[in-house]
């Protein structure tokens, strides 16, 4: 269905997509937060990432408004660049509500939670690679392997809340970090729905 010898202007703006949000993950990830300060520069670099995603999300959609022709349904690109973008809005959302609470503690099952959702968006990137060399049969263990990363982000939710209401006594801290674990698990939701989209787009096209 596909020529291989050129590549696609729109699977390589997929993968421009897909960087993005690894590199923004990556970032929060390996980001140390001791102080205040440091929360303000994270949230700052954060919106920075997500305003690069939109600006991504932009050019392709004029891109696809001006193309006849597109190398699969212009449906499936785009959700599959609006679910990408979504995982990125969703980090961004959650450094926020650090800033806002002037959260300066991250635990264990937090480092946990974005060390599986940076492992999910570096799945994503090797899946969109191999969409621009139009491998699409062999995207479906990078899908695989992204449900895995939700599954187990589902079960440090169960244990991480559970922990938190036998051993935290203050109420306030206890909104605090069952909030910021909730948004963690719906950033992993949404990398989740990257790779149903993703299946969805191999089932149609492969």
């Known amino acids: 269905m596909f020529s ?12 421009k997509i897909s960087v993005n949000v ?7 990830n390996d980001f140390r937060i001791k102080n205040f300060e440091d929360l303000q520069e994270i949230s700052t670099k954060m919106k920075k990432y997500e305003t690069d995603g939109d600006t991504l999300i932009h050019e392709l959609i004029v891109m696809l408004n ?4 597109t190398p699969i349904e212009r449906e499936d ?33 937090m480092n946990t939670f974005i060390e599986y959702i940076v492992k999910s968006t570096d799945e994503i990137v090797k899946a969109m690679e191999k969409l621009q060399n139009k491998n699409l049969t062999s995207m ?25 209401f036998l051993h935290e006594k203050d109420p306030i801290r206890i909104i605090q970090f069952k ?28």
Do not use: W
């Open 66 to 69: 001006k193309s006849f022709m």
């Open 140 to 164: 479906r263990e990078n899908a695989i392997l992204i449900k895995d990363y939700e599954s187990k982000c589902d079960e440090v939710l169960r244990v991480s809340i559970k922990q938190l």
């Open 77 to 109: 690109i785009l959700a599959l660049a609006n679910s990408m973008d979504d995982v990125l809005d969703g980090m961004e959302e959650c450094i926020a509500h650090f800033d806002m609470f002037a959260l300066t503690d991250i635990d264990e099952s």
């Open 179 to 206: 909030d910021i674990y909730e948004q963690l698990e719906d950033i992993a939701d949404e990398c989740q729905k990257v790779a149903n989209t993703m299946e969805t787009i191999i089932m149609r096209n492969a």
């Open 22 to 28: 690894q590199e923004a993950l990556h970032f929060a």
């Open 4 to 15: 291989r010898k050129k590549v696609d202007p729109f699977f390589d703006a997929l993968v």
